[in-house]
């Protein structure tokens, strides 16, 4: 069974620029979230899918992120402008349902300069 | 609000010693907890979780975990350590009142180890 993938691994960009990442979930799994983990701390979640709808993104910085995720299946993770504090690794989870085990992609690693 | 705290940033042991990583929990309401590894560049791997039941939970690679609901600890256990167990490992907790899955993580803690 495939696993969460995500791309890119890495990315670098300038401060003010615009980025975006790119999650496809494991077939199947209804519930998609994005985590940013800064480095030495733990994962943070920014965005919660059920299907293509937004269980919760009380901790996403709406003025300069976005996330959509069409037909329920891949999801989107835009930074508009990027700035320096938004370098970190950006994971994205999937599970069956809200109420099952999260299995988590690689990770892409922004840098942001 | 719940919150979790990973009582060690770095834990240095040596090969085959045993190793305990501390995490405490602050909630509420009755909770889920669960153990997360995390090796250089890759997401993170569930080690072991408690919903419900026997307190001692025993998870993959050896390691198990005793929930203690009147200490609020979670905390994970291996009686022999490998050089391959050298890892960030993560405490976190989900469920609560307003249960949407989401998992509220700790700050993380290394395990070094040393031949």
């Known amino acids: 069974e495939a696993g969460v993938a995500q791309s890119p691994r890495y990315k670098i960009i300038e401060k003010r620029q615009s980025v975006a990442f790119w999650c496809n979930p494991i077939?199947?799994?209804?519930?998609l979230y994005w985590y940013q983990q800064i480095l030495g701390q733990g994962p943070k979640l920014l965005i919660q899918?059920?299907?293509?709808?937004?269980?919760?993104d009380s901790q996403l910085p709406k003025d300069r992120f976005s996330a959509e995720r069409l037909k329920g299946v891949d999801s989107t993770l835009k930074i508009q402008p990027a700035k320096l504090e938004d370098s970190a690794v950006y994971l994205c989870?999937?599970?069956?349902?809200?109420?099952?085990?999260?299995?988590f992609g690689p990770g892409t690693r922004l840098t942001v300069l | 609000a719940q919150s979790v705290t990973q009582l060690d940033s770095q834990v240095p042991v040596f090969e085959e010693a045993p190793v305990e990583l501390r995490c405490n929990y602050s909630?509420?309401?009755?909770?889920?907890l669960f153990w997360y590894v995390q090796y250089p560049n890759q997401g993170l791997q569930l080690l072991l979780k408690?919903?419900?039941?026997?307190?001692l939970v025993k998870g993959i690679n050896g390691f198990e975990a005793e929930f203690n609901k009147s200490q609020t600890s979670f905390h994970l256990r291996k009686p022999s350590v490998h050089i391959s167990d050298t890892a960030e490992y993560f405490c976190?907790?989900?469920?609560?009142?307003?249960?949407?899955?989401?998992?509220?993580f700790g700050q993380g803690t290394t395990l070094q180890v040393k031949p």
């Open positions: 989870a999937s599970s069956i349902t809200s109420y099952n085990e999260q299995f």
């Open positions: 077939s199947g799994h209804a519930t």
């Open positions: 899918f059920q299907n293509n709808g937004v269980v919760d």
């Open positions: 909630s509420s309401v009755s909770v889920y």
């Open positions: 408690y919903l419900s039941g026997s307190t």
């Open positions: 976190a907790v989900s469920g609560g009142s307003s249960n949407t899955g989401k998992l509220i």
